[in-house]
C-alpha cells in the first residue's frame, strides 16, 4: 500500500527519478520508503524494519545509487556492497538494482554460491563492480583471493538485507571476515521485516554508529491483507491427511508454497504429493540442489499460475512472488521469526493472502506466542480431516514399495525430522517428549522405524509393516548396482574385521564346521550396519550443527560431508537455512 507522497517529493538526483518513473513506473512511495530515505540519504546509519513486501529493497537501493550518481568511481571501485542470506534474494535484489545501471554506467554485479571462485574472479576482474550483490560465505571466498582486481577500500555504502538473520552465529564468522577487509568510514544500513529482535549492541557489531532506527506500522506485524490462519492436529498422522485434504480443497488451480523445515522432507513429500496428485503441478526446491536446478525451479514458479512449490526456509526471506495467495507452513518454524517471513510470501504489495499454520495438539502453546508478538491468528473453518489416514496409507503404502530409492528417502525424512525437532528453538513450545514417536514414523510412511539414537529409550507404538524393505530393489539399475555393490564392500570388511577379532583358535579351520558360531557373526554385523549407518547419520547431523553455530564454515562442512557418500554430493550444494 503506498502512501499519498509521491517520488518526486523527496530530494533525489534527477537521473534516480528518471528511473523510478521510467524503469519501475512508480508514482507514490511506500511508507518505509518515506520513513528511511529521507535519513539514509542524508549520511545516516540506519535500522529499519518494516513488514514483508513492503518495498524494503528500493528504500536501500535508492539512497546507495543515489550517491553513486553524484561521484565518479573507477569500473574497479567497489561503491556499494549489498549482502543477502539467501542465493535467490541476492539474485532478486541483483535484477532490481540492474534497471539503475545507466546512472554514471555502474557496474552491478553479483556473487552467491554454486560457481566456482575462479570464475567468479575472472568476471569481476574483466567486467569491474561498483555496486556488488552477495552472499556472505561466497564474499569471503573472493576476498581471500589473492588475484580479485575489485579495490574494496572505496566502498561508502554497506547494506544488510535480512539483517537479523545476518547477525545470527551462522554467519558470524563470515561477516567479521568481510567487516576487516572494509573500510570503517561508511555509510551502512539494516533491513529486515523482523529486526527488533536484534539487540543494539548487535547493530554495534556490525559497525552502525548511533543508526536512525525506523520501524513502519509499529503494531502490526504482518500486511494488513494477510489474513493468519491455523488448523490444530490431535497428532502428526492426521496432520499429513490433513494436508492432502487442504492441497485437495485450496491448492489446486492456485498458485502456493508448503514449507517444511528439512530438505529431506521436502525430496520425500514431494515424491508422494506428486503420486497422489497427478494432475498438480507440483515443484519442490531446497537448498542441497545445485544453483542451476534452483534457479529454474523459481524462475518456473513464477512464471507459472497454478503451481504448488514444496520448500524449506530457503525460501522463506525476501524473494518477492508477486501473485500466490496461499501459504501453508506444515511444519512450524524451526525459527519462530520465520514464521513472519514465511507468511510473508503471500499477500504482498497489497494483495489479499492467506497463511496457514498446521500444528499438532502439544504445540497449541505456538499460537500464543505470536498473539505476543500482534500476530493474530484464526482458527481454520471447516476440518480438515475428510481424507483419513489409513487409506492414505494404503496408497501411500504402494507408492513407498515401489522404490527402494522411496524407502530410503522417507527413512532419511523421518530421521532429519526427528533430529530438528529435538533442536527446535523454542524447546519449550516443541516440546521432544510430546511428540508420539510412531505417528510421526507412519506419517512418514515407514516400514520399520530406523533404530537412532534419540528415540531408544522412548516407548513407541508403530506395528512395523509386513514388507520387508530389504526385499524391494531400487529402480534405477545403476543405484541398485551400487547399492549391492557398497553393501558388498561393506559385509566383506565388517565380516573380515569379525573373523581377525575371534580368538584363533577358531580360525580358519574351525570356521567352516562352526555354523553357529559364523551366525552369530552374521547377526552382529547386521546390527553393526544398523549401528553405522546410524553414527553416519548422527555425524552428518553434527556436522550440521556445527555449520549452523558457526563452528566450521560452509567450505569445511562440505569437505567433511564428502567423507559420507561421496556419490551423492556430486551435484550438491548446501545453504545455511536448509539442512
Ligand atoms: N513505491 C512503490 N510503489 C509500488 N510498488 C512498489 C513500490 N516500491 C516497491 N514496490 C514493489 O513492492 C514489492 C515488494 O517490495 P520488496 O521486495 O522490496 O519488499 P520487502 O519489504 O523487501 O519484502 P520482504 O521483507 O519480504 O523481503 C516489489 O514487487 C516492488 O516492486
Redesign the pocket.
Given at each position: 500500500m503506498?502512501t499519498q507522497n509521491q517520488?518526486s517529493e523527496l530530494n533525489l538526483e534527477p537521473i534516480i527519478q528518471k528511473v523510478i518513473a521510467n524503469e519501475?513506473k512508480?508514482q507514490?512511495?511506500?511508507p518505509?520508503?518515506k520513513a528511511a530515505i529521507p535519513h539514509f540519504i542524508k549520511n545516516y546509519d540506519v535500522a529499519v524494519e518494516?513488514?514483508?513486501?513492503?518495498?524494503?529493497?528500493?528504500t536501500f537501493l535508492v539512497p546507495l545509487f543515489n550517491q553513486f550518481s553524484k561521484q565518479k568511481y573507477s569500473d574497479h571501485q567497489l561503491f556499494g556492497l549489498v549482502l543477502s542470506p539467501a542465493r535467490e534474494l541476492a539474485q532478486q535484489i541483483y535484477d532490481v538494482a540492474k534497471k539503475f545501471q545507466n546512472v554514471n554506467q555502474a557496474k552491478i554485479a553479483f556473487a552467491i554460491g554454486g560457481t566456482s571462485n575462479e570464475h567468479d574472479v575472472k568476471y569481476l576482474n574483466e567486467k569491474g563492480c561498483n555496486i556488488l550483490i552477495a552472499t556472505p560465505g561466497k564474499l569471503r571466498q573472493l576476498l581471500d583471493m589473492a588475484d580479485l582486481q575489485i579495490n574494496v577500500k572505496t566502498l561508502e555504502f554497506l547494506i544488510f538485507d535480512e539483517a537479523d538473520r545476518l547477525m545470527s552465529n551462522e554467519y558470524s564468522d563470515d561477516i567479521r571476515f568481510i567487516l576487516s577487509k572494509l573500510p570503517k568510514q561508511r555509510r551502512t544500513g539494516l533491513f529486515?521485516?523482523t529486526l527488533s529482535s536484534a539487540k543494539i549492541h548487535d547493530l554495534m557489531k556490525l559497525g552502525l554508529r548511533n543508526p536512525v532506527q525506523i520501524k513502519v506500522n509499529a503494531n502490526e506485524a504482518m500486511p494488513a491483507k494477510l489474513r493468519n490462519y491455523y488448523h490444530i492436529f490431535e497428532n502428526r498422522m492426521d496432520k499429513i491427511a490433513g494436508l492432502v485434504d487442504l492441497i485437495e480443497k485450496k491448492c489446486q488451480n492456485n498458485k502456493s508454497i508448503i514449507f517444511f523445515n528439512t530438505c529431506c522432507s521436502v525430496v520425500y513429500y514431494s515424491i508422494i504429493f506428486k503420486q497422489l496428485f497427478p494432475n498438480c503441478n507440483i515443484l519442490s526446491m531446497n537448498g542441497q540442489m545445485a544453483q542451476k536446478k534452483r534457479q529454474k525451479i523459481v524462475t518456473n514458479f513464477k512464471s507459472t499460475n497454478s503451481v504448488i512449490l514444496f520448500t524449506t526456509d530457503v525460501l522463506a526471506?525476501?524473494l518477492?512472488f508477486?501473485d500466490v495467495p496461499l501459504v501453508i507452513q506444515f511444519d512450524p518454524p524451526q525459527d519462530p521469526s520465520f514464521f513472519i517471513?514465511r507468511s510473508?510470501r503471500t499477500a504482498?504489495?497489497g494483495r489479499d493472502g492467506e497463511a496457514i499454520l498446521l500444528l499438532e495438539q502439544h504445540e497449541r502453546g505456538f499460537i500464543q506466542f505470536l498473539g505476543r508478538s500482534n500476530i493474530e491468528m484464526n482458527q481454520l473453518d471447516g476440518v480438515l480431516l475428510e481424507c483419513q489416514f489409513q487409506q492414505l496409507r494404503e496408497k501411500c503404502l504402494k507408492i513407498v514399495t515401489t522404490d527402494r530409492d522411496i524407502i530410503e528417502k522417507g527413512k532419511a525424512a523421518f530421521i532429519s525430522f526427528i533430529r530438528s525437532y529435538k533442536e527446535h528453538k523454542l524447546q519449550i513450545l516443541f516440546q521432544f517428549n510430546q511428540l508420539n514417536i510412531g505417528k510421526v514414523a507412519y506419517s512418514f510412511f515407514l516400514l520399520r522405524i530406523p533404530r537412532i539414537k534419540e528415540i531408544l529409550s522412548k516407548k513407541i507404538e508403530f506395528e512395523q509393516s509386513q514388507i520387508d524393505p530389504n526385499s524391494i530393489p531400487f529402480l534405477d539399475k545403476n543405484q541398485e548396482k551400487q547399492y549391492l555393490q557398497k553393501r558388498e564392500n561393506k559385509d566383506k570388511k565388517l565380516e573380515e574385521k569379525k573373523i581377525q577379532q575371534l580368538p584363533k583358535q577358531q580360525v580358519p579351520k574351525k570356521q567352516e564346521k562352526n555354523i553357529k558360531n559364523i551366525k552369530s557373526i552374521r547377526k552382529k554385523v547386521k546390527q553393526q550396519h544398523e549401528q553405522e549407518d546410524d553414527e553416519e547419520l548422527r555425524a552428518e547431523q553434527n556436522l550440521v550443527k556445527k555449520l549452523k553455530q558457526g563452528k566450521i564454515t560452509l567450505q569445511q562442512f562440505k569437505e567433511e560431508m564428502k567423507n559420507f557418500d561421496p556419490e551423492d554430493l556430486q551435484d550438491a550444494d548446501y545453504d545455511k537455512d536448509d539442512l
Open positions: 503506498t517520488w519501475f512508480f507514490y512511495l511506500m518505509v520508503q518494516a513488514q514483508t513486501g513492503s518495498g524494503k529493497t528500493l529486515s521485516a526471506r525476501g518477492d508477486d517471513h510473508g504482498r504489495q
